[in-house]
């Protein structure tokens, strides 16, 4: 085999609000796909949508859909690598978003099976998704909470809360307002455990001449003997020895929060946060009419609260995101995830390489925009305004994402960001998944390529 690419091709799927990017690297005689992600939590607004009620038929319409596509997806990730097979899986984190096409059941038609099929040969995933890292920390420890067995430990019992507050979701009581149901429906669903995703990826590993890597900032990525000619650097997450902000998000002091993640009484008892399931409404006793208002508020503000420790858990798990960079024939591919400032801020300011690394990203070629384009995922200073080939709208920037999915206008926390998708438009060139459709016979990717000394170009996006 030669001793580096000809050139490198990816395709951005059309996932809804989720990730799939296959990267090809195209060797004289051979080729190497690599497969970032590949989940989705919403295909259209259309047939996701669900009534105030959580209506069944509602709910079974867009389980199909989601089903059907992602079997599609699967199948065009196939159609381009079968002959080759996967060299590599990265499954940057646990969200439902970009881990459950890995899933083996009915959920995604077993869209998993046609991956493994494939027979990646490196699996790669966080440090916090190492089984044996958590083998022993399936429930509270008396482990400091920034101790490692205790965060993994943490993180697994997000998973029982998410379950509980999807659950709350789709049988909402009467206190709860639609647009409170949507988003904890939202976060709960891509929250839970994805247990035949992580099944799956975790077989894959374990496969005879296959590996699983458990990565974290500055550790080895296993592409080392995999993509000849191609350097790839894990830039994010670190690890609780190298600093210990991924446990918490800047803006809020995450100890209120870390009692519920030690696996407490409450995981087994009926309630999450306080908020009673109708089960409990139905056997409580009644309360007296002059008291009704009091506690319709009271159950109101428990529900905005257990909105705001939800949202607590998810920025947890975005903080585990792998970061990758890839450089091939001097330019550079930057897949962050859904990295947030906490997981950038070790590799762009705290660790000891941290300048050598702002300078090592100021030249990059490709961004692919973290979290679906949400406000706190692309540091604006020590990230976007580093890239320097902003100037002549010679960055790529790849986006995948769904509008009106999560987040709000009213509170400037909509995904994706106005803000930030009219700089990504205004200083780089912007491809996006909201151009693609979903229909049978529309495109079901873009593909961008790469070729040493060449402005990158479209192609065939079979």
Request: hydrophobic content about 35%; proline content about 5%.
């Amino acid at each position: 085999m030669a001793t580096q690419p000809t050139s490198v091709e990816i395709r951005t799927y059309q996932v809804g609000f989720g990730d799939c990017f296959l990267l090809s690297f195209v060797y004289p005689k051979a080729r190497r796909h690599v497969l970032i992600d590949f989940g989705s939590t919403g295909i259209t607004e259309s047939k996701k949508k669900r009534s105030a009620k959580g209506g069944a038929a509602s709910k079974a319409k867009a389980g199909a859909s989601v089903s059907a596509h992602m079997r599609r997806i699967a199948d065009a990730i196939n159609d381009v690598c079968g002959k080759d097979g996967l060299t590599a899986i990265v499954a940057t984190h646990r969200h439902a978003d970009h881990i459950n096409g890995f899933g083996t059941d009915t959920k995604t038609a077993r869209s998993g099976e046609v991956i493994r099929n494939l027979k990646p040969r490196l699996v790669l995933q966080p440090w916090t998704e190492d089984p044996d890292a958590a083998k022993n920390a399936r429930t509270a420890t008396r482990d400091s909470s920034r101790s490692p067995k205790s965060f993994v430990s943490a993180l697994s019992a997000m998973n029982t809360i998410a379950a509980a507050v999807a659950d709350l979701a789709a049988r909402p009581p009467k206190w709860m307002s639609a647009s409170l149901q949507k988003e904890l429906m939202f976060l709960g669903m891509d929250n839970i455990a994805n247990r035949s995703a992580i099944d799956n990826l975790i077989a894959m590993g374990r496969r005879k001449g296959a590996t699983a890597v458990w990565a974290h900032h500055g550790s080895r990525s296993g592409f080392e003997r995999l993509l000849p000619g191609v350097k790839v650097r894990v830039l994010g997450p670190p690890n609780l020895q190298q600093t210990t902000k991924i446990t918490k998000m800047r803006s809020k002091d995450p100890d209120q929060f870390w009692h519920l993640l030690s696996g407490g009484p409450f995981l087994h008892g009926g309630h999450v946060a306080g908020v009673p399931t109708r089960a409990d409404g139905a056997s409580r006793k009644a309360v007296p009419s002059e008291a009704r208002w009091f506690r319709d508020r009271l159950e109101r503000l428990n529900g905005e609260q257990l909105l705001e420790i939800v949202r607590t858990l998810d920025q947890q798990m975005n903080n585990t995101s792998v970061i990758l960079l890839f450089e091939v024939f001097g330019k550079k591919l930057l897949f962050p995830g859904d990295a947030q400032i906490e997981n950038w801020s070790y590799a762009l300011e705290d660790a000891p390489d941290a300048k050598a690394t702002r300078k090592l990203l100021a030249d990059v070629d490709v961004y692919k925009v973290g979290h679906h384009g949400s406000l706190n995922a692309t540091p604006r200073k020590a990230l976007w305004e580093n890239f320097r080939k902003r100037k002549g709208k010679k960055l790529r920037t790849l986006l995948s994402t769904m509008p009106n999915k999560h987040g709000h206008k009213e509170s400037n926390t909509e995904v994706p960001r106005r803000t930030l998708v009219d700089a990504l438009e205004k200083e780089s060139e912007l491809q996006t998944t909201t151009d693609l459709g979903f229909a049978a016979k529309s495109n079901l990717c873009h593909c961008l390529k790469l070729s040493p000394g060449r402005a990158p170009a479209a192609c065939d996006n079979s």
